[in-house]
């Protein structure tokens, strides 16, 4: 350790040369996030791990993700989510995706014991109230929880979704 500090226009031009393209290898989901913040910073994290954002068609969302969007228009491939949330699940399972639940749940896989995704895989995160719904719950391939010790009942969101990111991209 040198203890100089890089310039952040060097550490970048060192990591990546090309803009996104479309991997469609990893997918994060927050299909039920409502708050701006959470989907900004969602957006941060796909950029990082070189995943792509998958969000409703509405303009909530893309308001949100235009106030949210600090990479100045170099943000990670978007997909929309048309034409319901249901069907488009539904389209991915068929596609061959596995489709990963990040949610408190009996049954989840703890986070240390996620391994990075093989195959093309779905992230969905869910609503900062009410979680993922109990439908879409029942009919993921898996549910990872990710452990807590303190009294919060949860972590915020794009906190959850960002560490499970990191795993499944296999950087963690
Ligand atoms: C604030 S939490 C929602 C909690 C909600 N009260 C419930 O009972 O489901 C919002 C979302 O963050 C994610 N999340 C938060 N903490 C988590 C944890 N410890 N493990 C897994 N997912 C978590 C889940 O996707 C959850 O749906």
Redesign the pocket.
Known sequence: MSGAKTKPTELRNRRRSAGHGCWDQLILA?L??AYDANLGTLLRTCDAVGACLAVPRTDHYRRALEVGDTLRGRRPCLHWVAPSKPAWIAAQRAAGKRIV?????DG?TP?RRLAPARTPTVV?????????PDDVLAQVDE??????IGWG?????????SL?AYRLAGLS
């Open positions: 927050p039920w996030v639940a990040v949610e408190l749940a989840a986070l969905l995160l869910g609503h900062e109230h009410n979680g993922v549910c990872v929880e990710i452990p807590m009942a949860s972590l915020n969101v794009a906190v959850a979704g499970v």
